[in-house]
T-cell receptor, first 116, second 113 residues
């Protein structure tokens, strides 16, 4: 079946511009996660959504970062006024659930963001 | 707070040799432990996971890992390396109902002829 998909695969933007990154989770997965992979910081958790519950935003590095999930499916991660330190690979993952069990997170291929 | 330490950012082995990638974790509650592999320009793929029960866990591609509570370790092994095993490997921990994964810094495995 189809895995987690992300778009675009690569994004180059100028400093100060806003960007939107999209994630399509596996159908039927109720939990969705965003992580960031950068040379300096490794793999970091950003935010996760579980069903209709309020998202856990504890990993967002600044208020320039936001995310939403529409209809319990597709998610968009928005970075406003991008900075060079935002350059990284943004990974999305989804799982069947999130609470109580060790549900496997399935990762997408990532979006490579370069801020010039 | 949970954390993961992977010893050795780069490991090089000869084809056919034993692969040993080290992972130690810190967790205040019994953890769930994972190993992921990342091939160039790809996302993360789960190799194996430890939840409860048997402490020796077998995964895909001939990899296995053993959960040792007394040593807070979850080292990844494979008896005989293949060229196709060259990739970056990440150990991750998840505590109880905390849904996020905390990753180690990764170990890049190089396999030489």
């Amino acid at each position: 079946g189809a895995g987690v998909s992300q778009s675009p695969s690569n994004k180059v933007t100028e400093k100060g511009k806003d960007v939107e990154l999209r994630c399509d989770p596996i159908s039927g997965h109720t939990a969705l996660y965003w992580y960031r992979q950068s040379l300096g910081q490794g793999l970091e958790f950003l935010i996760y959504f579980q069903g209709n519950s309020a998202p856990d935003k504890s990993g967002l590095p600044s208020d320039r970062f936001s995310a939403e999930r529409t209809g319990g499916s597709v998610s968009t991660l928005t970075i406003q006024r991008t900075q060079q330190e935002d350059s990284a690979v943004y990974l999305c993952a989804s799982s069947l659930s999130s609470g109580g069990g060790p549900y496997e997170q399935y990762f997408g291929p990532g979006t490579r963001l370069t801020v010039t | 707070a949970q954390s993961v330490t992977q010893l050795g950012s780069h490991v090089s082995v000869s084809e056919g040799a034993l692969v040993l990638l080290r992972c130690n974790y810190s967790s205040s509650v019994p953890p769930y432990l994972f190993w992921y592999v990342q091939y160039p320009n790809q996302g993360l793929q789960l190799l194996l996971k430890y939840t409860t029960g048997a402490t020796l866990v077998k995964g895909i591609n001939g990899f296995e890992a053993e959960f040792k509570k007394s040593e807070t370790s979850f080292h990844l092994t494979k008896p005989s390396a293949h060229m196709s095993d060259a990739a970056e490997y990440f150990c991750a921990v998840r505590e109880g109902t905390d849904c996020k994964l905390t990753f180690g810094t990764g170990t890049r495995l190089q396999v030489t002829l």
